[in-house]
C-alpha cells in the first residue's frame, strides 16, 4: 500500500509491507490477526528525498528499493528512529541501491544499532524471533549533529522521545507538513510491545506520548498500524489509554494469561496478538 500527499512543497508517501508476528505459543482464537506490518515514510521535494526507517528483510527491503527508485528523486538521507531491526535491518541493501544516501541516526541510537547487530545479540535474540529474515550483512547509521537538518529549505526536526517500546527512540517531525513521523512511540489498532518495558518505563513512554501530543500534528504517521492507516492524531491518545489499561490489568491480575485474556476483552479487533502475549509474559517475569 502506498499513499501519496501535497503540501507546501514537499510531499510525504507511506510504504507498507506486512509481515508474520515474531511471537510463538500465542493462545488460539486470533489467527486472522497474527501478523504485524512495517511502514516506511518517504519525505521529498522536487529533486530530493529522505527516507524515514527501513525493513527487516531484504525481500522487502528489495521492493522498497524498486519503489524508491520509481520517484526519480536523489536519496539524500536515511533517517532511523530507532534501533530495533525491523526499522534498520535494511541500510546495507538501500545504500548500496543508493550510494549517494547517508544513513543517519542520534547518537543514542547508533550506540543501541551497534548492540542490537552484536553477533551475540542476533544468535540470542533477533535470528529467534526472525528466522530466516536477517540479513547476513548489517549496516549501523552514522551520528547525527544536532536536532535537525533540511530537505530542500525545509526543516526536519529529531525529537527525543527516551524509552517507549525500546530505550533512545526518536521521532522526525516536519513543521512545514504539521507532519509527526512517529516511529514506535505511537501504535495504531495494533498492540503495542511492551516486552521490553517495566512500570517506570511505561511512565516514560506515557510521557513521550504527552511530548508528540504537545506537537499538535495533523498527521502521525506511526511504525505499526493497519495496511491502509488514516494516519490520525488519535492515535496518540489510543496509544496511552491502551499503555494506561495495561499497566492497570498488570497490577490487577496474577498470570501472563490473565493480563493477556483480560486486555483482549478491552481490544479484541488489534493486529498483532503475539505482541500482548509477550508482553504479558515479560510483564509478570519483571514483577
Known amino acids: 500500500m502506498t499513499d501519496a500527499h501535497n503540501q507546501s512543497e ?37 529533486h530530493e528525498a529522505v527516507l524515514v526507517d527501513t525493513f527487516l528483510s531484504d525481500v522487502h527491503n528489495a521492493e522498497l528499493a524498486d519503489w524508491i527508485d520509481s520517484k526519480g528523486k536523489t536519496l539524500r538521507m536515511i533517517y532511523c528512529t530507532h534501533a530495533h531491526p525491523d526499522h534498520f535491518f535494511g541500510l546495507t541493501m538501500l545504500l548500496s541501491r543508493f550510494p549517494d544516501a547517508e544513513a543517519k541516526a542520534m547518537p543514542n541510537v547508533v550506540a543501541a544499532m551497534r548492540a542490537t547487530s552484536s553477533p551475540e545479540e542476533l544468535e540470542r535474540n533477533w535470528k529467534r524471533r526472525f528466522p530466516g529474515l536477517v540479513p547476513e550483512h548489517l549496516t549501523v547509521a552514522q551520528s547525527m549533529t544536532g536536532h535537525a537538518f533540511e ?41 503495542a510491545f511492551l516486552v521490553e518495558t517495566d512500570r517506570a518505563g511505561r511512565q516514560a513512554w506515557l510521557a513521550a506520548l504527552e511530548k508528540a501530543a504537545s506537537l ?72
Not at 154 to 171: N, P, R, W
Not at 176 to 181: G, H, M, P, Q, V
Open 216 to 287: 499538535n500534528p495533523k498527521t502521525v504517521i506511526v511504525g505499526h498500524g493497519p495496511l491502509e492507516p488514516d494516519n490520525s492524531p488519535a492515535h496518540i491518545e489510543a496509544t496511552r489509554r491502551y499503555i494506561l489499561d495495561f499497566d492497570r490489568l498488570d497490577r490487577e491480575t496474577e498470570t501472563a494469561e490473565e493480563l493477556y485474556d483480560k486486555m483482549l476483552a478491552i481490544y479484541p479487533d488489534r493486529v498483532n496478538p503475539g505482541s500482548l502475549w509477550g508482553s504479558a509474559h515479560a510483564a509478570k517475569k519483571i514483577a
Open 151 to 191: 530537505l530542500e529549505g525545509h526543516e526536519l526536526q529529531v525529537v527525543d522521545m527516551g524509552h517507549t517500546d525500546t530505550d533512545d527512540t526518536t521521532g522526525l517531525y516536519i513543521p512545514s507538513l504539521d507532519l509527526l513521523i512517529a516511529g514506535d512511540v505511537v501504535y495504531n489498532e495494533t498492540h
Open 10 to 46: 514537499l510531499q510525504w508517501e507511506l510504504f507498507i509491507r506486512k509481515r508474520a508476528s515474531a511471537t510463538q505459543g500465542v493462545p488460539p482464537g486470533k489467527e486472522e490477526l497474527t501478523w504485524v506490518a512495517n511502514t516506511v515514510t518517504l519525505i521529498s521535494g522536487k
